[in-house]
Nanobody
Framework: QSDLVESGGGLVQPGGSLRLSCVPSLLILEEYSVAWFRQAPGKEREGISCINPRASTTRYQDSLKDRFTISRDSRQINKVYLQIDNLKPEDTGVYYC???????????????????WGQGTQVTVSS
């Protein structure tokens, strides 16, 4: 059983949108910053975005910030979302959320510095 559970992936046509969700199975996400990563086939896992516990700080990988939006659910503060708009074929991959116990504030760090991961949700962008 993963500590975090992602959902919301699927097969989408180019130009479409998806909203991915991340919920904890054990952790209380409201106490930690949460980051989203993705891994395309044959490539290394890369950081996309992070959000701090109060949702007052967000950070994005520079090349992705125009189409990706991270947020926390205002009613379910244990839930974190990643909205992806104008999806492109190169967005295809497995998307993960992660928590690093060292990161109370939002930091996009290398994957190895995170302690808890979900199993990932597959996003496929194809016509």
């Amino acid at each position: 059983q993963s500590d975090l559970v992602e959902s919301g992936g699927g097969l989408v046509q180019p130009g479409g949108s998806l909203r991915l969700s991340c919920v904890p199975s054990l952790l209380i996400l409201e106490e930690y910053s949460v980051a989203w990563f993705r891994q395309a086939p044959g490539k290394e896992r890369e950081g996309i975005s992070c959000i701090n516990p109060r949702a007052s700080t967000t950070r994005y990988q520079d090349s992705l910030k125009d189409r990706f939006t991270i947020s926390r659910d205002s009613r379910q503060i244990n839930k974190v979302y990643l909205q992806i708009d104008n999806l492109k074929p190169e967005d295809t991959g497995v998307y993960y959320c992660a928590v690093g116990l060292a990161f109370r504030e939002c930091v996009l760090a290398p994957p190895g510095e995170y302690d808890y991961w979900g199993q990932g949700t597959q996003v496929t962008v194809s016509s």
